[in-house]
C-alpha cells in the first residue's frame, strides 16, 4: 500500500481493482449510504402500516365496493411510481444530485398520507379521492430510483451486492414492523373519535396514515444539506480501471447488453408480480377462505407479514454471500425463482369442504361483542337465542353495525372449491418470502453492473417502471381472476408465469454476466 498526495490506494479484491479515497472521505460516504438505508426502512415502513388495512378502510368508506374495486385502489400506487419513476431517474442524471429531488418525493408522499387520512371529510365519492392518495404516494415512489442510483453510484463494483442487499434488508425491516404497529392499532378500534373542526376521524385505519405521514417528514429531514453529503465512486472506479489498464493494453469497452438489461426488468417485474398478490388479496382471501372479520383478518395478516418479513430480512442479509459463492445469476434463479414456484403448489385447493358462505350462517364481527352490552337485559338460553327489550330496534342496530362473514355469494366458485386451510396460505407466503427476497435483490444487482457507470439514473428508473407496470396489472388480473374464477386459476396462473421466466432465464443465462467480468474474462484470455 502506498500513498499519494495524502490519498491511499485500497486493493479491494483479489485482482487489485485499486479506488482511491482518503479515510475522511470514506467515512463521510458511508455515512451517507448509511442514511440511504434509513430512508429505505422509513419509506417501506411507511407504506407497509397501511398495507393491511387497505381493504377494510374501503369497505367503511364505502360498503359496496369489492375486490375488483380493491384492485384499482392498489393499482393507483404503482401507476404513480411508473410514471415518475423514468423522469426522476433522468432528472438525477441531468441535475448530479439525488438530494433536492429526494425532499421534494417524500413531502410528495408526506402529502398522499394525510389526504388518505383525511377522506371523512372530503367530499363524495371518497373512494376516488382513495385512489388519489394512492397515487400520490405512488408518485413520491420515485424516490425508490433515487436510492438505488445513488448506491450505485457511491459504491464500487465490489461494495455494490452488498450495499443493495443492505438496502433490501433495510427495506425488508420497515415492512417487518409496518404492519405490528397496524395490528398494535387494532385497539383504536374501526370507528375511532372525531377531532378537529373538521371533524377528522381518528381510527385504526387514519392513525396509520398518519404515522406514515410522519416517517416520511424525518426523511426530509436527512436529505438536508447539513446531514446528507454525496458521493460519486462509480466514476472515481472507472476512471482509475481505465487508467490501470492503458499501460496493458488499449481495451475495447463491452457494450451494454440489452438482452441482459431487458431480462433483469423482466425478472424483477415478475418478482413484483408476486409481491403485489400479497397486497391485493392476502386480506381479502382470509375473510373468504377463512372467515375472519375485517379486524381479525388485519390483526392475523399483519403478525404473519411480520414474520414472513423476518425471514426476507435474512434472506436478504444471506444474499451477498451466497453471491459470492455461486455468483449472482444462480442465486437470482434457484433461491430466488425456484422458491417461488415450489410456494405456490401449497395454495392450491386440492381437497376438503368449500369455504363458509356468507349467506348460510350469520356470524358477527369481534367487534361487536361491545354491541351486545347496549342493553343489560340480554339473556343467553341453551339454544343460543336472543332477547332484548326493545328486540326490532335492537336488532336492526346489530345487523346495521356488522357484516356476514365468509365467502360472498356473487363468487359462485365457492360453492364447489375447496377453502385454502391456513397452515396452506402461512407454509406459502413464508418460502415466497425468502425467494423474493433473493430474485428482487440479485436482479437489482445484475442489471446495476451491467449498466456500467454512466446513465444510472435513467436506466434505474426504467428498470422501476417495469416492476410498477406489474404492480398495475397485477392487482387488476388476480382480483378480477380471483372473483370471478377462484383459487385454482389465480394460483395456477401464478404458477405458469413462474415457470415461463424461469425457462426463460435459464435460455439467456450468459447474457446475466455483469460487464466488469466480461471484460475481466476478455483480458485473461488473451
Known sequence: MSTRSGYMWQNDDKKSTAIYETPAEKQQRRLSLIIINVVGFLSSLGYSIVLTGAYPYLLQI???????????????????????????????????????????TNLLSSSGFIIYASLSTLPQPQVLWMIVSRFVVGLAAGSLTLCITYISKATTSKE????????????????????????????IGQEGVLFGALDMRWNMYTAAAWISAALALVAVFLFLPCVFTEFNMAEKEAHWVQMRNINRRQEEPVKRDIIGIGMCIANFATAGFILILVETLATPITMDQLAYSDVEAVEKVGIVLSIGCVLTALAFASSSAIARRITERK????????????????????????????NSTFFLQISTDQLLDINENVTFFENTTLLFENYDEEVELLYNATRPLGCPMSQEWCLYTPALHEWQLVTCFFITAIGYAFCATMSTSIMTQLLGPKDQGTWTGIYLAGGCLSRILGPIYLSTVYTAYGTWMTFGSIIGLLIVVFAVNLLLFRHLIPLQKRGEKMFDSE
Open 62 to 104: 364505502d360498503p359496496e365496493s369489492d375486490k375488483r374495486f380493491l384492485g384499482w385502489v392498489v393499482a393507483a400506487n404503482p401507476i404513480g411510481q411508473l410514471l415518475s419513476a423514468p423522469i426522476v431517474g433522468w432528472l438525477s442524471n441531468r441535475m448530479g444530485s439525488v438530494r433536492w429531488l429526494c425532499i421534494v
Open 160 to 187: 455494490r451486492t452488498t450495499f443493495i442487499s443492505i438496502n433490501a434488508f433495510a427495506q425488508a425491516l420497515g415492512f417487518i414492523i409496518g404492519p405490528v404497529i397496524q395490528s398494535s392499532l387494532v385497539g
Open 331 to 358: 442465486t437470482m434463479l434457484f433461491c430466488g425463482m425456484l422458491p417461488m414456484i415450489i410456494s405456490h403448489f401449497f395454495v392450491l385447493p386440492y381437497a376438503g369442504p368449500t369455504p363458509l358462505m356468507q
